[in-house]
């Protein structure tokens, strides 16, 4: 099976634009999730998509949002980019069916660079 | 909400040396998993811990579960200079009382550096 691929691989973009990301899933995983990730702040959870629906989401402003597709893909957007946004944008699929499979695969990432 | 604690943050050995990594977590947790990020890469996933006071090997890994369901370790015998990299533990708890939903949650990752 191929692996969870994003696109873009690297993006530089400056404060006050926004930015769109896309994930797609291994074939057959419904659970889309999405983590940025800084030096100092290791991972941290953005939402989880399931099935199309927003099913958990962590403490980020308003400005990232996110959706998945009927095809299990997903996007994210963040709007008014702000230097503090550089990181590398994670995305990870999981089978999440009721026998389990909740392990996350990752993708390569996309790099993030606000200036 | 829900915690997940990682110590140490950083950890430096000499190759051969033995490295612990331990993660607690302020709730009891339905099952608990282990990931590898190389440096410049992403984070792989390595293991899942699910029984109360389960241990589990890969070659010179061995992850435990506490009793409790609450913590958990991971220990690498004898490292090499491949073991390099942030080690992360993640949680996952069921956020329902009918277990429909869970959530993931990551602990802050403990680097390791080998000296060959």
């Known amino acids: 099976k191929a692996g969870v691929t994003q696109t873009p691989r690297y993006l530089i973009k400056t404060r006050g634009q926004q930015v769109t990301l896309s994930c797609s899933p291994i074939s057959g995983h419904r659970s889309v999730s999405w983590y940025q990730q800084t030096p100092g702040q290791g991972l941290q959870f953005l939402f989880e998509?399931?099935?199309?629906?927003?099913?958990n989401k962590g403490n980020f402003p308003g400005r990232f949002s996110g959706r998945q597709f009927s095809n299990s893909r997903s996007e994210m957007n963040v709007s008014t980019l702000e230097l503090g946004d550089s990181a590398l944008y994670l995305c990870a699929s999981s089978l999440w069916g009721p026998q389990g499979g909740y392990e996350q695969y990752f993708g390569p990432g996309t790099r993030l660079t606000v200036t | 909400g829900q915690q997940v604690m990682q110590i140490p943050q950083y950890q430096h050995v000499q190759e051969g040396e033995d490295f612990t990594t331990y993660c607690n977590s302020s709730t009891t947790l339905s099952n608990i998993q282990w990931y590898k990020q190389r440096p410049g890469g992403h984070p792989v996933f390595l293991i899942q811990?699910?029984?109360?006071?389960e241990v589990k090997k890969q070659k010179r890994l061995t992850f435990q579960f506490g009793e409790a369901k609450k913590n958990s370790s991971l220990h690498i015998t004898a490292t090499q200079t491949t073991d390099v990299g942030t080690y992360f533990c993640a949680g996952l708890n069921a956020k329902n009382s009918g277990g429909s939903n869970y959530k993931l949650t990551f602990g802050k990752g403990t680097l390791l550096t080998v000296n060959p």
């Open positions: 811990l699910v029984k109360s006071g």
């Open positions: 998509y399931f099935s199309e629906t927003q099913r």
